[in-house]
């Protein structure tokens, strides 16, 4: 045998391993019975009974802030950046509290994507995610909601979205802001959910943020590794099924003030767990969900307190396990045609940030993005082919 076959052997190996430790993570099981780490204060108007939480329990790798966090002694955190007077390359975001007449005007419709690990540059694979929202949804205002109260301009990317997207918006927030007169503040104020018990405090801050920003002002909410494919302005007060008996708060629409997003609050506020993945999460509004709808088993088309679960081809068409499909050639490049009644595809970032895009090489993933984020794709692969 050469030795070009030996390695070449070697290479497709090497990524075969890759592959199956990834979805071996991220389908491993556990159980979890936890105590509440800080002290009860908030309850729900309608108090919640005893809930078994049926749902599997998974392992991931690491999450952790990339910037430093600053904390006060009244529990208030906020995201320090060290950049000089004048600096061209970092625009200072406005705060979105401070645009209260463009969120709140009747009719509007609020999408959020939200930046939680005080990181000034988003990869590209974000930004195609707020891309392909402002792409798909003109009728829509596009909140890119960023814990880093600047954003990194040298790339030109940015300029180029804002340019081409006028229903874009890209702004920072004051966590205090976000947090009070909710549900969650306690929790907030804590602290527990970035101290050193956790291992992700980018991802707990994050499952706060998103119920406490929709229900300041109502709207969708996106996690950052979908590709948006249908226009998302024609849903309200719905989540999705990821898999079975599991509805995951990785897309979801409520009104302002909705009585489901409180539940979820209260509940995450009184239940929260820093030491396992997914607690605060999905399987926070699926317990919610299961309590509230008298349910043991969620389902498509289930309907109580002014929500509905849609099928998990909404949001998930493809499940968590056979996540490298993304990355594979298709024979259907039309999205429409391969994800029928789909609004995105969800790529499963803990999963797939370590599975490479190669341009043009037919993937599902690249025909998405030359389809959804033009430009975020053509500015990711200026340099390389591999994104």
Not at 177 to 187: H, K, Q
Not at 352 to 377: H, M, N, Q, W
Request: net charge positive; with cysteine.
């Amino acid at each position: 045998m050469s030795s070009f076959s030996r390695v070449t052997k070697f290479k497709r190996f090497f990524v075969a391993s890759v592959f199956l430790v990834s979805i071996y993570a991220f389908a491993s099981h556990g159980v979890y019975k936890a105590e509440r780490p800080i002290n009860r204060m908030l309850r729900s108007s309608t108090p919640f009974q005893e809930v078994q939480d049926h749902t599997p329990k998974t392992n991931t790798e690491e999450y952790t802030m990339r910037s430093p966090l600053s904390r006060n002694s009244k529990g208030s955190v906020s995201c320090s950046h060290e950049s000089k007077s004048g600096d061209s390359t970092l625009l200072r975001l406005n705060n979105f509290f401070r645009n209260e007449t463009e969120w709140k005007a009747e009719g509007a419709f609020n999408i959020f994507l939200i930046e939680t690990s005080c990181d000034s540059k988003p990869n590209y694979r974000f930004w195609c995610s707020v891309e392909s929202m402002a792409q798909q949804n003109p009728k829509g205002i596009v909140w890119y909601v960023m814990t880093s109260p600047v954003v990194d301009l040298s790339d030109g990317l940015v300029k180029q979205l804002l340019q081409k997207y006028k229903n874009l918006r890209l702004v920072t927030v004051d966590l205090d802001d976000v947090f009070e007169g909710t549900p969650l503040e306690e929790l907030y104020r804590s602290g527990a959910w970035h101290s050193n018990a956790t291992k992700w405090p980018a991802a707990n801050l994050s499952n706060m943020m998103r119920k406490a920003m929709v229900w300041h002002a109502g709207g969708f909410y996106s996690d950052l590794d979908v590709i948006c494919i249908s226009p998302v302005t024609e849903l309200r007060n719905v989540i999705g099924l990821a898999e079975f008996n599991l509805v995951n708060g990785a897309n979801f629409h409520f009104d302002r003030h909705h009585p489901m997003l409180e539940k979820f609050m209260v509940y995450l506020n009184e239940h929260f767990n820093p030491t396992v993945w997914g607690m605060n999460g999905p399987r926070t509004v699926s317990a919610v969900l299961r309590s509230v709808c008298k349910e043991n088993v969620l389902h498509q088309g289930l309907q109580c307190d002014g929500t509905k679960i849609l099928p998990h081809a909404a949001f998930s068409p493809i499940q968590p396990h056979l996540n490298p499909m993304f990355f594979q050639k298709t024979a259907i490049k039309d999205m429409h045609e391969r994800f029928p009644g789909s609004y995105v595809i969800h790529v499963w970032n803990r999963i797939s940030r370590v599975l490479p895009v190669i341009k043009d090489y037919g993937t599902i993933y690249d025909e998405a993005s030359k389809r959804f984020c033009p430009l975020s794709r053509e500015l990711a692969t200026k340099k390389s082919k591999i994104y």
